[in-house]
């Protein structure tokens, strides 16, 4: 299996290539509306082995991790060898941020019962 690492310029009204490099139409849902395209469960599990190939190389790894308790989805790119978290995202910081603001709107939009 050949895989093209080089990086291309993407236009927002250039196609994507499905697997085969052919174009793949895409869906208006309206006037000014972002196109939409359903990814198929086959190809995201494609996708993610080719970024594990890819981070292997460069001796990282990748986790996803689902929040229980705000149910943000949280990437983390890991240094295998010493567990040390090289580039979260969202970051820590942020994810503090959402907690604090989603606090404050419970408590301004407090309804009476």
Do not use: C, W, Y
Not at 17 to 46: C, L, N, S, Y
Not at 92 to 109: D, Q, Y
Request: overall charge positive.
């Amino acid at each position: 299996m050949s895989m093209d690492f080089s990086i291309k310029p993407v236009s927002r009204n250039t196609p994507a290539p499905d697997a085969d490099g052919k174009a793949i139409e895409q869906k208006k849902a309206g006037p000014g509306a972002e196109a939409k395209r359903d990814i198929h469960p086959k190809e995201v599990d494609r996708a993610a082995t080719e970024v594990q190939i890819l981070l292997k190389r460069l001796n990282t790894e990748l986790r996803l991790e689902v929040r229980r308790d705000s149910r943000d989805v949280v990437v983390k790119i890991v240094d295998p060898e010493t567990g040390t978290v090289i580039r979260q995202i969202p970051s820590e910081e942020i994810l503090s941020i959402r907690e604090r603001m989603s606090e404050l709107a419970g408590v301004l939009f407090k309804t009476k019962t």
